[in-house]
């Protein structure tokens, strides 16, 4: 029989990548770890994994309803699954950028919603949205992604000072590129083909996506991290972590003037 003080942790998208990470981390440090995503049957050690469609509006709450019926509590959600799709903006179908966010932004706040009155009427918990750099800057042909992304940025941002008197800790991790499944399950625009006024730069962008990423570290430190935020009692709103190449945009695009800051960027990215 599990402790009934032992803390409760809802990870999304735990079978690979930054979920899996997180989960198996928290679940070494002590955690009930609940590992919650569309298939089950990849399990992961020490994970109890419960069937969540982010997409399904009934499948959010059930899966919420089962986890709370059999802890009595959820302290910490992660909200880590997403995907990804990759094409000029003029490229991307209004369906493509409708699924974009029906995953990245409407299935956070799918989550978010259904956990909420459970904390508070605890009076404590802590939900982390899992962002991404692209949620500060907009890079070529990661339009509707950084869109999704930017969303869920102001979303926490406004679900921080709504929730901080129910004692709810809502924070953005903000990681850069690591080595995950990702890359394997982002999608193409349709309109990224041969007949695209943007396709001789979208495949030399594409190109050196796919060498940051296999040059990229796998993401123990998002999980450290994740552990460091729900061990604070006041942490902060966000956390960048990643490469410092890549990490070094927050600071800059605060400081350097517009222009500029777009003249260096095009610069390093080579367009």
């Known amino acids: 029989m599990a402790d009934a003080k032992q803390r409760v942790v809802v990870v999304t998208g735990a079978s690979s990548g930054i979920g899996k990470a997180c989960a198996e981390h928290l679940a070494l440090r002590g955690w009930r770890v609940f590992g919650a995503q569309r298939r089950t049957d ?11 469609d982010v997409t399904d509006e009934d499948s959010v709450r059930n899966a919420v309803a089962t986890i709370h019926q059999r802890t009595g509590r959820i302290d910490a ?18 369906d493509e950028a409708k ?11 799918r989550l978010c919603r259904a956990v909420l009155p459970i904390m508070r009427a605890q009076a404590n918990g802590y939900i982390i949205n ?24 102001g979303m ?61 570290p796998t993401p123990e430190s998002i999980a450290r991290l994740v552990e460091r935020i ?23 695009k605060r400081l350097l003037p517009q222009r500029l800051y777009e003249a260096v960027l095009i610069r390093v990215l080579g367009l």
């Open 42 to 52: 990849s399990a992961v050690h020490g994970i109890e994994m419960v069937r969540l």
């Open 77 to 94: 959600l992660v909200n880590n699954a997403g995907n990804s799709v990759m094409g000029a903006v003029e490229d991307t179908s209004i």
């Open 99 to 109: 699924a974009q966010f029906e995953t990245n932004f409407f299935g956070v706040l």
């Open 130 to 153: 899992i962002g991404s750099l692209a949620g500060i800057q907009g890079l070529p042909f990661h339009g509707l992604y950084a869109a999704s992304k930017f969303a869920l940025e």
């Open 156 to 216: 926490s941002e406004s679900l921080r000072l709504e929730t901080r008197r129910f004692g709810i800790k809502v924070v953005v991790v903000e990681p850069g590129d690591f080595d995950t499944a990702l890359p394997m399950t982002r999608r193409t625009a349709a309109g990224a083909g041969a007949a695209s006024a943007y396709r001789d730069r979208f495949e030399r962008s594409k190109a050196q996506q796919e060498k940051d990423e296999v040059e990229a």
């Open 230 to 252: 729900l061990e604070s009692r006041d942490p902060a709103m966000r956390y960048s972590v990643g490469m410092i190449s890549q990490r070094i945009v927050v600071p800059f």
